[in-house]
């Protein structure tokens, strides 16, 4: 079967690596790919948000199935389009990705399903949700209600501050994703990104990860899209697993279909796990990036019948085989990175990390010119280490950063630092 990939960050290098060791695969596509997916697919140059182009495509070259990384197309509905014209696709359809797009969508759903979340209210109007701070007292979460580029959330420690944040959000600055917001309970306790695979009916517990989020070493500084990431997370045990399935998971898959909008794909749970138990802070309707680049390598089966199981309405209630190794991965951001970062530098000694035992190097935001690779993105590179234990995983992942020469970017050295203090269950 020919399958192509949609998207280019380091999370599709991660999918790409693991659709390339499916039996079931003749040829794979990537569209718009980046230099390190081009080792193992073909780049194609597609406009993603010309749907009836993309169908074109994939009739041309006989494409079975598409597999789509981010959420942006998926919010804007291009499994939609691929399913009506009769291909099939892994990810939600455009009403059941609003549990991604829309943070009010999620909340109501959270609501009349009985999911455990922080309590919120939603507001069109700057006055009320000022007002609304003012009788909760801060510290408070203000949220723009659509997709900001991970830019839409404040935790806010002052009243002023959620002002701030309030007069900002309703600004424009965000667009759409601004004309409504969220104010709701900032919770306590340990993130963990859990993903389940899903079939519109069934859900399969995947796996489960923790990522850094900020900048800056112990976790200071302003949000990224994550600087490493590390699978599985140590508190995420069997029986917490089990009963994030019973109800997060569960629920929202039996909320969606009830909704009319059944939810396929991989569903991401962001969760904090409070002293109550888990609760829901978002949900994400596609795999993380870097969390991807952890879980992914330590995948034991198929993953393109996996992804072919959840679009087709035929998953299997089992556990997914994962390798009991633990991974650890290191994001390289280029300077300037999560500002604007410093574009056209050089980067030598992948190779030198690549042929490293326990070592995969994933790339993000890199282009290739004159035989030299170059800077592109802000986040540029992943380095996955895998071992035994967290500790050698680190190890690996850091030897392999080391061996890569590139004056131009950084990475945070502390990455994991969060699984070894005692602190951990707190
Ligand atoms: P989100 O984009 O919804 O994942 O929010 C980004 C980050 O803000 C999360 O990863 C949390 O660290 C933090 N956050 C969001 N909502 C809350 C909340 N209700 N309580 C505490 N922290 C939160
Ligand atoms: N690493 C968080 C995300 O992919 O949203």
């Known amino acids: 079967m020919n399958v192509l990939l949609i998207g280019s960050g380091g999370r599709e290098h991660a999918l790409a690596n693991s659709l390339t060791k499916s039996p079931l695969l003749d040829r794979l596509y990537a569209a718009p790919g980046n230099p390190g997916i081009q080792r193992v697919a073909e780049i194609v140059t597609l406009d993603l948000g010309d749907h009836a182009a993309v169908i074109d495509f994939c009739r041309l070259m006989n494409i079975g199935f598409v597999v789509v990384g981010p959420e942006a197309p998926l919010v804007e509905g291009i499994v939609d389009a691929l399913e009506a014209a009769g291909l099939r696709a892994f990810g939600p359809s455009r009403a059941a990705a609003r549990l991604e797009g829309s943070k009010g969508f999620t909340k109501d759903l959270c609501r009349r399903f009985a999911i455990p979340t922080a309590a919120y209210a939603r507001f069109t109007s700057a ?14 979460v203000v949220k723009a209600d659509g997709l900001a580029a ?4 404040v935790v806010a420690q002052t009243v002023a501050e959620a002002d701030a944040a309030i007069d900002l959000m309703f600004s424009g600055i965000f667009g759409a994703a601004g004309r409504e917001i969220i104010i709701e309970e900032k919770l306590e306790g340990e993130e963990v990104s859990f993903f389940a695979l899903c079939d519109g009916e069934r859900a399969l517990s995947f796996a489960s990860a923790q990522d850094h989020k900020r900048v800056g070493e112990a976790d200071v500084g302003p ?15 069997a029986a917490l697993a089990e009963r994030v399935m019973a109800e997060i998971v569960g629920p929202a898959l039996r909320g969606m279909k009830e909704l009319g909008a059944p939810f396929k794909g991989v569903l991401f749970a962001g969760l904090m796990i409070t002293s109550q138990g888990p609760k829901l802070i978002e949900f994400n309707v596609r795999f993380g990036d870097p969390e991807a680049q952890a879980i992914l390598p330590r995948l034991e089966e198929d993953l393109l019948s996996l992804m072919r199981a959840c679009a087709e309405g035929r998953l299997e209630e089992r556990a997914v085989k994962l390798s009991p190794r633990n991974a650890l991965t290191v994001v390289l951001a280029a300077d300037g990175y999560p500002g604007p970062p410093k574009k056209g530098t050089e980067i030598r000694g992948l190779d030198r990390a690549e042929i490293m035992p326990g070592v995969i190097v994933t790339q993000a935001g890199t282009r290739r010119e004159g035989g030299k690779l170059l800077a592109d993105g802000g986040r540029v590179l992943n380095v996955t280490g895998l071992g035994a234990t967290l500790a050698e995983a ?7 950063v080391d061996a890569i020469d590139w004056p131009g970017g950084f990475c945070r050295r502390d990455i994991g630092w969060r699984a070894n203090s005692p602190s951990q269950m707190g």
């Open 394 to 400: 680190r190890a690996r992942a850091y030897a392999g």
């Open 223 to 237: 949000n990224t899209g994550g600087m490493g990431a590390y699978s599985p997370a140590p508190l995420m045990d």
């Open 127 to 140: 006055t009320q949700a000022k007002a609304h701070v003012r009788k909760e007292g801060a510290p408070i």
């Open 150 to 153: 991970g830019k839409g959330v």
